[in-house]
């Protein structure tokens, strides 16, 4: 699901777990969003929203897989010093 983020997984998130058709079988779920949420294009999200969205999807995904451990992996942080050193002129949120 390149290019989605939390608000839009979160709605097709039902569907996508009656798909599932061994949930009992599932030992691990990973969850890796936060990009698109983070960008300043169409994509973005605000931050309380991006938290409140993960922490359903979450939930969603511990009731479906009840033997199953999630794994939450998002994008690292930035360092907007360091960018500002290195990429004099360029702002981190990718913003002319």
Known sequence: FSGYNTRWILKILPL??????RPEHVLLA???LGANDASTCFQG??????????RAIVQQLRECFTQAHIVVITPPALDNDMWSTQHPGSPPDGRS
Request: net charge negative; hydrophobic share 55%; charged share 15%.
């Open 16 to 21: 996508l777990l009656k798909e599932v058709h």
């Open 30 to 32: 990973t969850v890796m």
């Open 45 to 54: 999200v605000p931050l309380a929203e991006y938290t409140a969205n993960l």
